[in-house]
């Protein structure tokens, strides 16, 4: 993924820290519980306001994927709850 080891440390550290993963060193890296709840709600919030953007303002699939990715890391939870009742 063209990252380098310690940009990849300090990730993995702060999902330690966020209790979203388990790692031992040189081990696998593994979600938690919590990583995967985590996981599955943010691909919801993904796919819903991917399907907001090409059903509702009739945004094309490639555009849509790239805008739902800046998206969700602001939007709230209330506003995509509101987009999904719509799509």
């Given amino acids: 993924m ?4 310690p940009s990849a440390f300090i990730a ?14 040189f081990g696998p890296i593994l979600l938690t519980a919590y990583g995967i709840e985590a ?3 943010l691909v919801l ?8 953007l090409m ?17 969700e890391h602001e939007i709230c939870d209330v506003t995509v709850a509101k987009m999904a009742l719509l799509i």
């Fill in 2 to 5: 063209s990252v380098s080891k």
């Fill in 12 to 25: 993995v550290s702060q999902l330690l820290d966020l209790g979203l993963i388990e790692h031992e060193k």
């Fill in 39 to 41: 996981a599955k709600s």
């Fill in 45 to 52: 919030k993904y796919e819903t306001i991917k399907l907001f």
């Fill in 55 to 71: 059903r509702i303002l009739n945004v094309g699939e490639a555009l849509a994927n790239r805008e739902a990715c800046a998206i």
